[in-house]
T-cell receptor
Framework: GAGVSQSPRYKVAKRGQDVALRCDPI?????LFWYQQALGQGPEFLTY????????KSGLPSDRFFAERPEGSVSTLKIQRTQQEDSAVYLC?????????FGSGTQLSVL | GENVEQHPSTLSVQEGDSAVIKCTYS??????FPWYKQELGKGPQLIID?????GEKKDQRIAVTLNKTAKHFSLHITETQPEDSAVYFC?????????????FGSGTQLTVLP
């Protein structure tokens, strides 16, 4: 596709629900990153994939957060037993070399 | 880990004036410094970047400078236009291959007044 695509655009979840956020990277991009952006803040690193390998997950805030990229293309970020502090915009980025291109994000609201 | 500080947090300029945003980083191993523009409801958009072996880069009205010794880099926008109004983020990347991670500053809300 022309750019990084994320879905859904908005997600409202009740506290305790599980959610899954999808990222379709730019075709051919080896690197894929997930970031969390709180309101009025810069994006915070969550995890990084190179093809299907998750090379860095040091930014995941707890074991309720899980990401996968099984075939080295589409990636899913799953959050189990959502809590109010999980409310944020979740950004996906794909890239070649150092340049990263971001999607529009999924805005997650946990009520 | 890397720490990126960005100033100012808000900046208002008159249309046609210049705007300057400054960032500092802590990790001397950082070697790539992009700048992103984020409009409301959208993801960050890469507008310019610079590598550690270069001191300055320019693209039309936008320029970035890097001082490796002082560990700071700046974004310069000349002849500002209302459509330049947005939040701007600096970032620093350290490492290559499996150790890559991009760390962002806290952002600058730029408002260009007509």
């Amino acid at each position: 596709g022309a750019g990084v695509s994320q879905s859904p655009r908005y997600k409202v979840a009740k506290r305790g629900q599980d959610v899954a956020l999808r990222c379709d990277p730019i075709s051919g991009h080896v690197s894929l990153f997930w970031y969390q952006q709180a309101l009025g803040q810069g994006p915070e690193f969550l995890t990084y994939f190179q093809n299907e390998a998750q090379l860095d997950k040091s930014g995941l805030p707890s074991d309720r957060f899980f990401a996968e990229r099984p075939e080295g293309s589409v990636s899913t970020l799953k959050i189990q037993r959502t809590q109010q502090e999980d409310s944020a915009v979740y950004l996906c980025a794909s890239g070649e070399n150092e340049k990263l291109f971001f999607g529009s994000g999924t805005q997650l609201s946990v009520l | 880990g890397e720490n990126v500080e960005q100033h100012p947090s808000t900046l208002s300029v008159q249309e046609g004036d210049s705007a300057v945003i400054k960032c500092t980083y802590s990790d001397s191993a950082s070697n790539y410094f992009p700048w992103y523009k984020q409009e409301l409801g959208k993801g960050p958009q890469l507008i310019i970047d610079i590598r550690s072996n270069v001191g300055e880069k320019k693209d039309q009205r936008i320029a970035v400078t890097l001082n490796k010794t002082a560990k700071h880099f700046s974004l310069h926008i000349t002849e500002t236009q209302p459509e330049d109004s947005a939040v701007y983020f600096c970032a620093a990347m350290r490492g290559t291959g499996s150790a890559r991670q991009l760390t962002f500053g806290s952002g600058t809300q730029l408002t260009v007044l007509p």
